[in-house]
């Protein structure tokens, strides 16, 4: 009997190796017709590759690459979003692991702080940045001044910048001068100038969601694993919310 592909593994194993469900829960999800492999409806004892394969439970893609890692990084102040500073500035990266080599998904600039995903997986980074699917970000922002009613409507309408009109936002006045801002976009700076916009200088901006991925028990400059649920939870968020912003009156 030839030897099976070196890289591949029984579906229902990969699923409950990745936390999916449990390898017999798993083969329910197969024949109840849950799972595709590469567009196609899967088979149960059907083999993956887990290197080339794409799997999808419930239309969700599922990253299946056994080298993937996905971290969760309170950044601080001061430190930069990107992978390599010119200038030799501390960088997000210095602050988890060196191996295996991961990127900042999206970016938070150096004067705001609060969470940031960093990730090998190339997929999921397009994904998550991607203006098609627009992942809400959830940010507290400290402002000057109380934000008048006319203003917190500006915000949730839209702010014309530069280079556009901003989408509609959720925003709320928590406390004088405090704001809660969900957006799902991704510009540079976008909340800072759309604060400076209506007249209320940013004075301290953490972002405390990305998705449905919050942690109120990170500390400054510490990061932690995502969990195989949050992960599986963040690609629903990803589809749910590209589905809301196709069809915004449903």
């Not at 627009?134 to 839209?158: D, F, H, P």
């Amino acid at each position: 009997m030839a030897d099976q592909e070196p890289h591949t593994e029984k579906l229902q194993k990969v699923l409950a190796r990745l936390g999916i469900a449990s390898r017999r829960a798993s083969e329910d999800l197969i024949m109840q017709r849950r799972v595709s492999v590469n567009g196609r409806t899967a088979q149960i004892g059907q083999r993956v590759d887990i290197n080339k394969d794409s799997v999808m439970v419930d239309d969700v893609p599922v990253s299946i690459k056994p080298d993937l890692v996905y971290y969760l990084l309170y950044k601080p102040v001061g430190v930069i979003s990107t992978a390599d500073d010119p200038q030799g500035r501390q960088t997000v990266i210095d602050l988890v692991p060196e191996e295996p080599r991961v990127f900042p998904v999206g970016r938070l600039d150096r004067e705001s702080e609060g969470l940031l995903l960093l990730t090998n997986d190339g997929e999921l980074t397009y994904r998550l940045t991607h203006p098609s699917f627009g992942v809400a970000k959830e940010y507290y922002v400290s402002v000057e001044g109380e934000v008048s009613r006319r203003n917190l409507r500006s915000l949730r309408e839209g702010i014309d910048l530069e280079d556009g009109i901003t989408a509609p936002a959720k925003v709320t006045q928590i406390d004088i001068g405090l704001l809660r801002i969900v957006i799902h976009e991704g510009r540079n700076r976008q909340i800072r100038r759309m604060c400076e916009k209506v007249g209320h200088p940013v004075l301290r901006l953490i972002r405390t969601r990305i998705g449905c991925i919050t942690d109120r028990k990170l500390g400054t400059g510490e990061w932690r694993s995502l969990s195989a649920n949050e992960i599986r939870d963040l690609e629903h968020a990803i589809v749910r919310d590209a589905n809301t912003q196709a069809n915004p009156e449903k």
